[in-house]
T-cell receptor, first 117, second 115 residues
Framework: GNSVTQMEGPVTLSEEAFLTINCTYTATGYPSLFWYVQYPGEGLQLLLK?????DKGSNKGFEATYRKETTSFHLEKGSVQVSDSAVYFC????????????????FGEGTQLTVNP | KAGVTQTPRYLIKTRGQQVTLSCSPI?????VSWYQQTPGQGLQFLFE???????NKGNFPGRFSGRQFSNSRSEMNVSTLELGDSALYLCASSSYRGIGTDTQYFGPGTRLTVL
């Protein structure tokens, strides 16, 4: 079955440091890949996505590239801010070939990021 | 455009009771999915509804059920609550435009506590 593995957390950085959160996946077919972010007491917000190999998703200074050869989708940001403190989830969506087959998101364990001023 | 809304935001129930959670998707979205989030198990898929039909189901006992109405609003029901059902229940909606194009947008969740 499908699975997503994220680097173990928590991650603590100083403001303006470089961020990498590793994510690797196992899937049949050709999944779409996502990063979601969850702030305390809130639901999940879509951060970025990529739907095919070599696509790069980007948003708010965050980037991730869909690497089929290494089955990875690592999240990066060049300079983190205190406001980036949150839990980050890597996820994949592997819709079946039939329109009626539906889809589901498979999530990684989540990585808690704390950015100190 | 308004986002996904979930009601209520917080619920406290006792073991053995049942509970119904509600979700209103983004206008125009016809697919609604439900997820359970717990510290121990993380985020787990419950089920997905599209055009009032359950299209996909996760590995949860039959005590967990759902439905979708003609206006795409969805409800999930948990009967005979157990302590382990305490969790954040998240609803997500997407606008299906073809295979591989779905992106799911999440609501704020309903925090269920079972005593």
């Amino acid at each position: 079955g499908n699975s997503v593995t994220q680097m173990e957390g928590p991650v603590t950085l100083s403001e303006e440091a470089f961020l990498t959160i590793n994510c690797t996946y196992t899937a049949t077919g050709y999944p779409s890949l996502f990063w979601y972010v969850q702030y305390p007491g809130e639901g999940l917000q879509l951060l970025l996505k990529a739907t095919k190999a070599d696509d790069k998703g980007s948003n708010k200074g965050f980037e991730a590239t869909y690497r089929k050869e290494t089955t990875s989708f690592h999240l990066e940001k060049g300079s983190v801010q205190v406001s980036d403190s949150a839990v980050y989830f890597c996820a994949l969506s592997d819709r079946g070939e039939k329109e009626t087959s539906g889809s589901r998101l498979t999530f990684g364990e989540g990585t808690q990021l704390t950015v100190n001023p | 455009k308004a986002g996904v809304t979930q009601t209520p935001r917080y619920l406290i129930k006792t073991r053995g009771q049942q509970v119904t959670l509600s979700c209103s998707p983004i206008s125009g979205h016809r697919s609604v999915s439900w997820y359970q989030q717990t510290p121990g198990q993380g985020l787990q898929f419950l089920f997905e509804y599209f055009s009032e039909t359950q299209r996909n189901k996760g590995n949860f006992p039959g005590r967990f059920s759902g439905r979708q109405f003609s206006n795409s609003r969805s409800e999930m029901n948990v009967s005979t609550l157990e302590l382990g059902d305490s969790a954040l229940y998240l609803c997500a909606s997407s606008s299906y435009r073809g295979i591989g194009t779905d992106t799911q947008y999440f609501g704020p969740g309903t925090r269920l506590t079972v005593l």
